[in-house]
């Protein structure tokens, strides 16, 4: 089955440093990637949306400066967390869509993996 | 905006028996899809079930199935014949398949607690 790499799996950061988290495809094309943030005892909510190539699309609050985002290859998109204040320790979690599943009604949800995630620690 | 609600935060259950899991959600869309997802202390997501809208037959996916019912906006997940390996958080999502976006929407989750 289509497995998602997510590394590191937890990093601890001095306050005003940058950070990057990466999330790979290990056995399959991913196109789109998708990043969340999962604040502790909360649900998980989404941050942006990576596309393979082009620029990422980011939903309504995420600052996209704060939260840079590349996805230059099929296989890999990272997040990097720039000039990181502790108000930015949180789990992220990326997921990926595999291309794979279609259906006539388009991509099917059910294509998504998430990764294993990655606990962020600002001091 | 969608909203997914989910307004057990904890619940428990004996090994072998059954549990039933309930979310709610508000949408004014007509297709969509509703999900179910596990995440055991390894953090991992993992899908349990979805159930697509225009369908009115309830998923089933071995001891897992839900109860959907659409006029209600009611997504529930019962889990027969409990196992050790089923304790973890379980979040309700929903995603719109309309307007393009593939933006899933969680609840706040449920933590499963199974007692051997």
């Known amino acids: 089955g289509a497995v998602v790499s997510q590394h590191p799996s937890w990093v601890i950061c001095k306050s005003g440093t940058s950070v990057k988290i990466e999330c790979r495809s290990l056995?399959?094309?991913?196109?789109?990637m998708f990043w969340y943030r999962q604040f502790p005892k909360q649900s998980l909510m989404l941050m942006a949306t990576?596309?393979?190539?082009?620029?990422?699309?980011?939903e309504q609050g995420v600052e996209k400066d704060k939260f840079l985002i590349n996805h230059a290859s099929l296989t890999l998109s990272t997040l990097t967390v720039t000039s990181a204040h502790p108000e930015d320790s949180s789990f992220y979690i990326c997921?990926?869509?595999?291309?794979?599943?279609?259906?006539?009604?388009?991509?099917?949800?059910?294509?998504?993996?998430f990764g294993s995630g990655t606990r962020l620690t600002v001091v | 905006a969608q909203t997914v609600t989910q307004s057990q935060p904890e619940m428990s259950v004996q090994e072998a028996e059954t549990v039933t899991l309930s979310c709610t959600y508000d949408t004014s869309e007509s297709d969509y899809y509703l999900f179910w997802y596990k995440q055991p202390p390894s953090r991992q997501m993992i899908l349990v079930i979805r159930?697509?809208?225009?369908?009115?037959q309830n998923a089933t996916e071995n001891r897992f199935s839900v109860n959907f019912q659409k006029a209600a906006k009611s997504f529930s997940l019962k889990i027969s014949d409990s196992q050790l390996g089923d304790a973890a958080m379980y979040f309700c999502a929903y995603r719109n398949l309309q307007g393009g976006s593939e933006k899933l929407v969680f609840g706040k989750g449920m933590k499963l607690t199974v007692n051997p």
């Open positions: 990576s596309n393979e190539g082009s620029k990422a699309t980011y």
């Open positions: 056995d399959f094309q991913a196109t789109t």
């Open positions: 997921s990926a869509r595999d291309h794979r599943l279609w259906t006539d009604r388009g991509f099917l949800n059910y294509g998504y993996t």
């Open positions: 159930q697509e809208a225009y369908k009115q």
